[in-house]
C-alpha cells in the first residue's frame, strides 16, 4: 500500500465519520430546540391560533364561494396582499409552527450554549480528521503513517488483508554497475 493509498482510504473513513457526526449533531440540535420549544408552550398556541385561522379560512372560503355566485364578477383567489392561499396557508398548523419557530431568536439565551456545544463537538471531530490526514501526509513512509494510525485505534484490519493479498516480493535487485552512481568521488578520481 502507498502512502496515496492510505491517505484515500483515510478520507473515505473521514467522510462516514464526519457524515454520522453531523447526523448526530442534528438529532441531539432538533432534541434541545424540541424541549425548549415545548418549554416556551409553543405547542399550545399553535394549536389555538390554528383553531382561529382555520375558523377564519371557513369564513373566507364562504365568503368566495358567495361572491363567485354574482353574475359578471370573478374573483381570484391569488390576491396580492391577502389573498385566499395567504389565509389557507394561515391555517396549517404546521406551516403556523415553524413560521413562529423562525421568528424565535435564541442568541442570547442559555439554549444556544447547549446548541453550540453540540455544534463544537460536530467541529472536533472534523479537524481531528483533518489533522490526522495532514499528519499521515508529511510522514515519510506509508508503513509510518500504518503505525501512527494504530497507536490512535484505528481498526486496520480491513487495509492489512488487502495489503497480505498483494503482497510483493521485499525486494527486487536490478544489476547496475555502481561506479555510475557517483556516490563516492574519491575513489573515482584515482
Do not use: C
Not at 420549544?37 to 368566495?64: H, P, Q, R, S, W
Request: glycine residues 4%; without cysteine.
Amino acid at each position: 500500500m502507498t502512502k496515496k493509498d492510505l491517505i484515500k482510504w483515510l478520507q473515505r473513513k473521514e467522510s462516514k465519520t464526519v457524515e454520522t457526526a453531523l447526523d448526530v449533531k442534528n438529532k441531539k440540535t432538533d432534541e434541545i430546540r424540541e424541549e425548549f420549544y415545548k418549554d416556551l408552550g409553543v405547542d399550545g398556541f399553535v394549536d389555538k391560533v390554528t383553531l382561529i385561522f382555520e375558523k377564519a379560512f371557513t369564513e373566507y372560503e364562504k365568503f368566495y364561494e358567495e361572491l363567485d355566485k354574482i353574475e359578471g364578477l370573478r374573483v381570484s383567489k391569488w390576491g396580492y396582499k391577502l389573498g385566499y392561499h395567504d389565509i389557507q396557508r394561515l391555517a396549517d398548523k404546521n406551516a403556523i409552527k415553524q413560521s413562529l419557530i423562525e421568528a424565535i431568536n435564541y442568541i442570547n439565551h442559555p439554549i444556544n450554549k447547549q446548541i453550540m456545544g453540540v455544534n463544537t463537538e460536530y467541529q472536533k471531530v472534523k479537524n481531528t480528521y483533518y489533522t490526522v490526514i495532514e499528519t499521515v501526509k508529511n510522514l515519510p513512509t506509508a508503513k509510518d503513517g500504518l503505525e501512527y494510525l494504530k497507536k490512535l485505534g484505528f481498526d486496520l484490519s480491513e487495509i492489512q488483508s488487502v495489503e497480505q493479498k498483494k503482497q510483493l516480493p521485499a525486494t527486487i535487485a536490478i544489476n547496475v554497475d555502481i561506479k555510475y552512481l557517483l556516490l563516492n568521488k574519491k575513489e573515482e578520481d584515482k
